[in-house]
C-alpha cells in the first residue's frame, strides 16, 4: 500500500524498554478513586450513595447529555465517599470522584449475559459500547461510541485503528497487539459493523515488528482487515497525522475524520469493545506502562481504574530515586503531576518517572535565534515561532490568524528548540487566554441582558404604579364628586 | 520663478484636497459613545467612578478615561475598548486578579429585599422575610448589595478555580522572538 | 497544592542548543581559517585575536551596561562566531585597528543595539564589514600576496606583530589585487576578458585559495568542505546555499553566453571571492533569513542575484556582504508573505473543501477503490 509523508515530525529516544515483558495484572488496591469525568464531554451523574455496597462492574455514574460516559466499579466493595480528589490533571486540582473501599471478593454483578455480538445492529453496537463506558484510549478520552455513531451520518470508507503509539517509554498498546490480537481483531470487526464499513487498517509503527507479525496472523482470515507497518516517527500516532500517512487525505480544519469518511480508534479501544460485547464487561481496567529512569522495575501492567499512580510504582519496586517529574502518559504530550497520589483513568497509558539526565532538561530558555527548527518540525505546517512571539506579547487574536487553533499540541516545536522556548506552553496559554475571553464575553453579554431587562422592568413599575396612582386619584375624584353629589342633591331634597 | 509658480500651486491644490477630505470624511462624535456604551456591562454600578454606563462611555471617549477603568469588565472589556480607541494600555499592569462575586451568608440574612432591590442584574433571588441567595451566573461583582445590606450579611469572595476554568499561565521566563 | 508551577509538556528535549549550534559553525570554519593563517602568515592568527577579544569584551561589555546577565550572553558562543566571521573577511594584514572597530561595530551597533541575539536585523559581521569597508576602502582594500607559513618570503612572528599593530611600510610591493577587483578594474578599461584572466586565474587557483583575497576567500574548497559539514549535521538547510550558487551560475553562464569578452564564466564567480563562504557561512545566519524553506529559497536566489549584479555593474568589485544585508532588510517581507501551508488547509488558509473541485476527485478515487 502506498503511505503518504505528514510534514516535519521528529524522532525522539524510543527508551521502549518494556517491550518485552509481559502483561501482569496489577491486584485490587485496597482503594480505588474513580473521578466522574474521566473523559471529554460532561461528567457522569452518580448513582450510587455513599455507604452502598457495589459489585464489579456496576454502574456507578451515568452519562450525562449526549457526550459523556459512564463510570462503572472497578471492584466489589464499598462507597465510601463521593467527594473531591485530586485529579490527572497538570493544574492538580480536585475533581468530583466516587471512592471505593474493596472487599477483595472480587464479586462481579450478575446482569451479564453473553450474546452474540454479531447479531446486534450497527446501533445496537454503539449503544453498549456507550454503556460500558468505553472512551477512547489513546489518552483523548473522547467517548468511542459518539465515534462509532458517525457511521449513520457520514458514508465511512475507511476504519483506521491506531497502533501507532509514537510516544518514547509507552509500550502498553504494544503488548496489547503482542499479546491479544485475537480480541482485538474481532473487536476491529465489531467496530466495523456498528460503522457499516468494510476496510480497517491497523497501522503500527515500524519499531513494533512483534505487533505487526501477532495481529498479521491474527488477520489472516478477515480480508477487510489490513496490518499496515507505518514509519516510527513522532507524531504518528496522532490521529490527522495518522490520516494523511495512510490515506493522504486530509481533515479539513476545524472538522472531523468522519467529514472525510475516515475515522480512527486506538487498538486498546478495540479491545475494549471486544471486552464489552463479547463478556458483557465495561471498561474497568487498563494495559498501564510504568517506567521512567527513576522506577526500579519498569513494567506493563494490567491495572484497575481507580487505582493510585502511587501504588503502581510501589508494584514496580518502588522509585530507585526522586524523579525530577512524574507523569501520566508519554514525555511528548503527558500530563504533569504534582504528585503520585492520582488515580489512573480511563486514558492513562503511562506512569512515568523522569530523572533529571533523560528529560535532558534546559537550564533555561534563551531568546529565539529564529533558526526555524520549529518550523520544520511542526507536522502542521505552522510557524510556532511566530505564534509563540505573539503569545508572549499578549497578542492572542494575532496567533490565531498563524493558525493557533490548529496547533495540536503534539510539542514537537518544544522539543526541537535549541533555544529550549517552552512553545508548546505559550499556545496553551493563548488557547486558554482565548477561553477566558470567550467565558468574560458570554458572561457579560449576559449580564448586560439582564441589566436591560431590569431597567424596562423598573420604568414599567413606575409607569404601572404611576397609572395606579392616577386611576386612584380618578377613583378618589369620582368619589368626591358623587358624595358631592349625593349631598347636594339632600340639600336640594 | 517656475519654481515658485509651481510650489504655490502644488500648495493650493493640496490645501484644497486637504479640505475637501477634511469635509467629506468628516466624523460624526456621537457613535463612537454608542459603540462604547453598547460594549460597557450596562450595569450602571459605578465602580468606574462615573454616574453610570452612559457617562463612562462619555468619559472614556472624550474625556480621556482609562480603558482599564471597569473592573466587572476585566481585561477582556480593557481590550476589546483599546482597540475601539487606537490606545495601547499595559495589560499586565491591569489587577487582572480574579474577580470578586456576591455570596449571603445565610446566618445573617433577614430577608429585607434591600440587595434585592439594588442588584443591577436582578443577580440576587429571594423573597421578604426569606433567605436571599445570589445567583453567581448574573452576578457582575460590583458590590452594590454588600453596600446596603443593613446586617453586612453579604460578602464579596474570590470563586476558587475549578477544573474547567483552570488555563495554562504564561511561561515565566521572558524568551523574546523579533515579530515578522 | 496552590503554589504548584504546572510543568508544560513536552517532558523530554532534542539535543540540541544554542552555544552548540555556534560552536559547530565555529568548527566548520577551522579549515579554511587554518589553512589562511598557513597562507599569509602570523598577522592573519593576530587579526582573528584581536577581533574575537573585542567582540567578547565589547559584548560583555554592552550587556553589562544593559543590565542583562552577562555569563548567559557571551557563552552562547554567537559573538565569537560573529567575530570570527567578520575576521574571514578581512584583508590578511589588515592593521590591528580594523579588526577593532570592526568587532565592536558588528557587536554593539550589529547586535546588541537591536536587544542581542535574535533581535538583529542584519547580519552583524556584515554590518561590521559593511561599516569598515565604507569608512576605510584603503585598508579593506589591501590585499597581501600569499606568502605561505615557512618559506623565505613568510614573514616571523615578531614581524607580524610590526604588520598587526604598526602597518606596513612597503605595502604595495608585497601586495595586488583580488581577481574580482582585477577583473572589474581591466574591464573597466576596456580590456577583454580572454586578456584579463589568464594569467591571473586559474580554476585550481580559485578552489584551493593561493591568491589574494580576504581570508575567507581564498580556499572555496576548504570552505565548501566547512559548509557540507553544516548540512550533514543539519546545521543548515540546502536551500539557501543552492538556492543562491544556483542563481550566481545561472546568471553568471547566461550573460557569458551572451558576451564572453565582458562577462566571466560561472566558474570565476563561484570560485572567486566570498561567494562560497556567503552562501554557506553568512546568509544561512538564521536570525536575517527567513524561516520556511520556500522563503529561505527566494532569499537565496534573490542575495545570488544581488551578488552577480554588485559583481558586474556596480561600483564594488565584491557584493556578498551588501547582498546579504539587503536581504535580511527583506526577510521579514519575505516571511510574512511566504508561509507554509497549514494541514487541512488550503494554501489560502480555507478549510480544505473536499465536496467539491480537485479535493471531491481525490476523495472518490480514494473511497471508490473500497470493496
Aim: hydrophobic content about 45%.
Amino acid at each position: 500500500m502506498r503511505l503518504f509523508r505528514f510534514k516535519g515530525g521528529v524522532h525522539p529516544d524510543e527508551h521502549k524498554v518494556t517491550t518485552e515483558l509481559p502483561i501482569t495484572p496489577m491486584p485490587i488496591p485496597k482503594r480505588l478513586y474513580l473521578p466522574l469525568q474521566q473523559h471529554i464531554g460532561a461528567a457522569a451523574e452518580p448513582v450510587v450513595k455513599v455507604g452502598e455496597r457495589v459489585l464489579k462492574g456496576q454502574l456507578l455514574a451515568k452519562a450525562k447529555g449526549p457526550v459523556s460516559a459512564p463510570v462503572h466499579a472497578s471492584t466489589s466493595g464499598i462507597v465510601t465517599a463521593i467527594d473531591e480528589f485530586t485529579a490527572p490533571h497538570p493544574s492538580g486540582l480536585p475533581v468530583k470522584s466516587i471512592i471505593i473501599e474493596a472487599d477483595g471478593k472480587e464479586e462481579w454483578v450478575d446482569n451479564i449475559i453473553p450474546i452474540d455480538p454479531f447479531k446486534l445492529s450497527a446501533e445496537e453496537i454503539s449503544i453498549r459500547v456507550g454503556e460500558a463506558g468505553i472512551v477512547g484510549m489513546g489518552g483523548a478520552a473522547f467517548p468511542a461510541a459518539v465515534k462509532l455513531n458517525l457511521g449513520s451520518k457520514h458514508r465511512i470508507h475507511t476504519l483506521i485503528i491506531n497502533g501507532g503509539e509514537c510516544e518514547p517509554y509507552l509500550t502498553c498498546d504494544d503488548r496489547l497487539m503482542q499479546e491479544r490480537p485475537g480480541p482485538i481483531i474481532d473487536g476491529i470487526r465489531l467496530m466495523l459493523m456498528a460503522l457499516q464499513c468494510n476496510q480497517a487498517y491497523i497501522a503500527v509503527e515500524n519499531n513494533k515488528p512483534a505487533a505487526q507479525s501477532a495481529l498479521r496472523d491474527a488477520c489472516e482470515a478477515f480480508p477487510e482487515i489490513e496490518v499496515i507497518g507505518v514509519p516510527t516517527r513522532y507524531p504518528m500516532g496522532s490521529e490527522k497525522q495518522m490520516i494523511q500517512t495512510l490515506t493522504g487525505l486530509e481533515v479539513p480544519a476545524g472538522g472531523l475524520g468522519a467529514d472525510i469518511g475516515v475515522i480512527v480508534h486506538n487498538v486498546a479501544t478495540a479491545y475494549a469493545v471486544q471486552q464489552a460485547l463479547r463478556h458483557g464487561r465495561p471498561l474497568i481496567s487498563r494495559i498501564v506502562t510504568v517506567s521512567g529512569g527513576s522506577i526500579k522495575t519498569p513494567a506493563n501492567l494490567e491495572v484497575p481504574l481507580g487505582t493510585l499512580a502511587e501504588e503502581l510504582v510501589e508494584f514496580c519496586g518502588g522509585l530507585s530515586e526522586t524523579p525530577k517529574r512524574q507523569l501520566l502518559g508519554g514525555p511528548m504530550m503527558g500530563t504533569s503531576i504534582p504528585h503520585l497520589d492520582v488515580p489512573i483513568v480511563k486514558g492513562s497509558n503511562g506512569v512515568l518517572a523522569l530523572s533529571e539526565t533523560e528529560m535532558r532538561l534546559q537550564p533555561s530558555p534563551q531568546p529565539c535565534i529564529r533558526c526555524g527548527r520549529c518550523v520544520q518540525a511542526c507536522p502542521v505546517g505552522l510557524l510556532p515561532l511566530e505564534m509563540a512571539a505573539r503569545a508572549r506579547n499578549g497578542k492572542v487574536e494575532d496567533a490565531l490568524d498563524f493558525g493557533l487553533m490548529d496547533c495540536i499540541a503534539c510539542g514537537t516545536c518544544s522539543y526541537v528548540c535549541p533555544a529550549s522556548i517552552p512553545l508548546t506552553q505559550y499556545f496553551n496559554f493563548a488557547k486558554g487566554e482565548l477561553a477566558r475571553k470567550r467565558v468574560e464575553q458570554q458572561k457579560s453579554d449576559r449580564t448586560r441582558e439582564l441589566a436591560k431587562a431590569r431597567q424596562v422592568r423598573l420604568e414599567r413599575e413606575a409607569a404601572e404604579k404611576k397609572e395606579a396612582a392616577a386611576r386612584r386619584k380618578a377613583e378618589r375624584d369620582a368619589k368626591k364628586r358623587a358624595e358631592q353629589a349625593a349631598k347636594e342633591k339632600e340639600a336640594a331634597s | 520663478m517656475h519654481a515658485i509658480v509651481a510650489l504655490t500651486v502644488l500648495g493650493l491644490f493640496l490645501g484644497f484636497l486637504l479640505g475637501m477630505a477634511a469635509k467629506r470624511f468628516k466624523v460624526e462624535n456621537d457613535p463612537i459613545v454608542e459603540e462604547i456604551e453598547a460594549q460597557l456591562p450596562g450595569t450602571n454600578c459605578g465602580q468606574c467612578g462615573f454616574p453610570g454606563c452612559p457617562a463612562a462611555a462619555q468619559a472614556l471617549a472624550s474625556e480621556g478615561a482609562p480603558v482599564t477603568l471597569c473592573p466587572p469588565g476585566g481585561k477582556s472589556l480593557a481590550e476589546t475598548l483599546a482597540k475601539m480607541l487606537g490606545v495601547s494600555f499595559d495589560a499586565s499592569a491591569m489587577d487582572d486578579g480574579p474577580a470578586k462575586l456576591a455570596r449571603v451568608k445565610e446566618e445573617l440574612c433577614i430577608g429585607c429585599v434591600k440587595c434585592f432591590r439594588e442588584c443591577p442584574t436582578d443577580a440576587i433571588v429571594g423573597a421578604p422575610k426569606q433567605i436571599h441567595v445570589v445567583m453567581q451566573q448574573a452576578c457582575t461583582g460590583c458590590g452594590k448589595c454588600e453596600e446596603v445590606c443593613p446586617t453586612m450579611c453579604i460578602e464579596m469572595f474570590v470563586p476558587p478555580t475549578t477544573l474547567p476554568e483552570w488555563r495554562w499561565p504564561k511561561p515565566q521566563h521572558e524568551v523574546v522572538a523579533r515579530a515578522a | 497544592m496552590n503554589h504548584y508551577i504546572p510543568a508544560p509538556s513536552p517532558h523530554t528535549h532534542g539535543t540540541l542548543n544554542v552555544t552548540r549550534i555556534m560552536l559547530t559553525v565555529w568548527l566548520a570554519l577551522l579549515p579554511a581559517s587554518v589553512y589562511a593563517i598557513y597562507l599569509f602568515g602570523w598577522p592573519v592568527l593576530n587579526l582573528f585575536l584581536i577581533t574575537v577579544t573585542t567582540a567578547l569584551l565589547s559584548e560583555a561589555a554592552t550587556l553589562w551596561l544593559a543590565g542583562k546577565n552577562v555569563r548567559n550572553g557571551i557563552s552562547d558562543g554567537s559573538g565569537l562566531l560573529t567575530a570570527w566571521l567578520l575576521a574571514m573577511t578581512l584583508p590578511p594584514w589588515a592593521p590591528w585597528w580594523i579588526a577593532v572597530v570592526g568587532a565592536v561595530f558588528a557587536v554593539v551597533v550589529g547586535k546588541q543595539v537591536f536587544g542581542g541575539i535574535g533581535q538583529n536585523l542584519f547580519n552583524p559581521a556584515m554590518l561590521g564589514r559593511v561599516a569598515l569597508l565604507i569608512a576605510f576602502p584603503l585598508e579593506m582594500t589591501t590585499w597581501v600576496n600569499p606568502q605561505p607559513l615557512f618559506t623565505e618570503a613568510a614573514p616571523g612572528f615578531i614581524n607580524s606583530l610590526a604588520i598587526t599593530f604598526n602597518g606596513l611600510s612597503n605595502i604595495d610591493a608585497v601586495s595586488g589585487a583580488t581577481v574580482l577587483g582585477h577583473m572589474k578594474t581591466e574591464l573597466g578599461r576596456g580590456v577583454p576578458l580572454a586578456e584579463v584572466l589568464p594569467g591571473f586565474f586559474s580554476l585550481q587557483q580559485g578552489a584551493m585559495g593561493a591568491m589574494r583575497g580576504s581570508l575567507g576567500e581564498t580556499s572555496a574548497l576548504l570552505i565548501l568542505i566547512g559548509g557540507i559539514f553544516l548540512l550533514l549535521r543539519r546545521l543548515i538547510t540546502w536551500h539557501i546555499p543552492v538556492a543562491m550558487l544556483a542563481s550566481v551560475t545561472v546568471l553568471a553562464t547566461l550573460m557569458h553566453l551572451i558576451d564572453p569578452a565582458r562577462y566571466a564564466d560561472a566558474s570565476v564567480h563561484l570560485l572567486s571571492g566570498a561567494l562560497i563562504l556567503g552562501a554557506f557561512f553568512i546568509a544561512t545566519d538564521p536570525v536575517g533569513s527567513p524561516s520556511t524553506p520556500r522563503g529561505q529559497l527566494i532569499f537565496g536566489a534573490a542575495c545570488g542575484a544581488l551578488i552577480y549584479i554588485i559583481r558586474t555593474w556596480a561600483g564594488f568589485p565584491e557584493g556578498v556582504a551588501f547582498a546579504v544585508l539587503l536581504m535580511n532588510a527583506a526577510t521579514p517581507l519575505i516571511d510574512h508573505y511566504f508561509r507554509p501551508r497549514i494541514y487541512g488547509r488550503s494554501s489560502d488558509g480555507k478549510p480544505l473543501d473536499y465536496t467539491q473541485g480537485k479535493f471531491a476527485r481525490l476523495l472518490t478515487r480514494y473511497a471508490g477503490r473500497k470493496p
